[in-house]
């Protein structure tokens, strides 16, 4: 099962400006925790601090239930240098956790990477390079990449930016997959018809911690109107 998140006073200031007012938490291990709150709201700077990409006040202690594993996260809307003369297998390729050393071992590599690929739609896009693929197409590679890790912490960004109906039919699929797994899933979303169907616990944030429940409970308290134009 994947860790707990306990937050104590966590609190982040960018250039002496309060983006997260301090806020303690407990999120419980093996759900899937949404994030909600209206456009600068401070939710991808506060996933930021969980993932220690910034600086902040308060600790953060993940509570594996046996040895401390690896992450998986999705960024939001990831950007290539065009130019970059770099094939989606060798972008696959450079981020394999198991690294080829021999030519079999490259060739069992090739083998996951296509297999990664297909669980996103993309097994026909492996000698396009990083700057051909369109937004939706660079969004399902970065999915494609932390499944590569096999997590049991999953940190999602907007996850569903760009995608069209089958990459989010896809995407959703290998969402239910981990959560029947037991992972825990921080997941950023604005839609909160997915909250609904998919989280186990929603935290509103705006500026901080402004509300945590279950989703029928605080969405029914916070959404009409306010939280359903945040989408
Ligand atoms: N380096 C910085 N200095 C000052 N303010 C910053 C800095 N970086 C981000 N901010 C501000 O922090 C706030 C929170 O940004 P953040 O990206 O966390 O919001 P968000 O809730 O994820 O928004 P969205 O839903 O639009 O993605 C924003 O108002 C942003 O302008």
């Known amino acids: 099962m994947g860790p707990g998140i306990a937050l104590n006073r966590l609190a982040l ?14 999120m419980d291990g093996g759900r899937l925790h949404a994030i909600i709150g209206p456009n600068g709201a401070g939710k991808s700077s506060l996933m930021k601090c ?24 999705v960024p939001q809307q990831a950007q290539f240098e065009p130019s970059l003369p770099i094939t989606i ?17 490259r060739r069992r590599c090739r083998a996951r990477i296509v297999q990664l690929l297909a669980r996103v739609g ?50 959703n699929g290998e969402i239910a997959r981990l959560k029947g797994a037991g992972t825990t899933l921080l997941v950023i979303h604005h839609d909160m018809n997915w909250v609904r169907r ?23 308290e916070y959404a009409p109107p306010k939280l359903e134009a945040c989408a």
Request: proline letters at 6%; hydrophobic letters at 40%.
């Open 13 to 26: 200031s960018l250039n002496r400006i309060d983006i997260l007012a301090p806020l303690s938490a407990n």
């Open 89 to 105: 297998e060798e972008f696959m390729l450079s981020t394999l956790s198991r690294r080829p050393l021999f030519g079999i071992s």
């Open 122 to 171: 993309l097994e026909d896009k492996l000698q396009l390079r990083l700057g051909q693929l369109s937004g939706g197409e660079r969004q399902r590679l970065l999915f494609a990449q932390a499944l590569e890790r096999e997590s049991s912490l999953w940190f999602l960004d907007e996850p569903m930016t760009g995608l069209d109906h089958d990459a989010e039919s896809l995407i």
């Open 50 to 73: 969980l993932l220690g990409l910034l600086p902040h006040q308060g600790n953060i202690v993940r509570h594996w239930p046996e040895r401390p594993g690896p992450v998986a996260y």
């Open 198 to 220: 998919f989280a186990d616990e929603v935290w509103l944030i705006d500026g901080g911690l402004k509300a945590h429940g279950r989703p029928d409970q605080l969405l029914q």
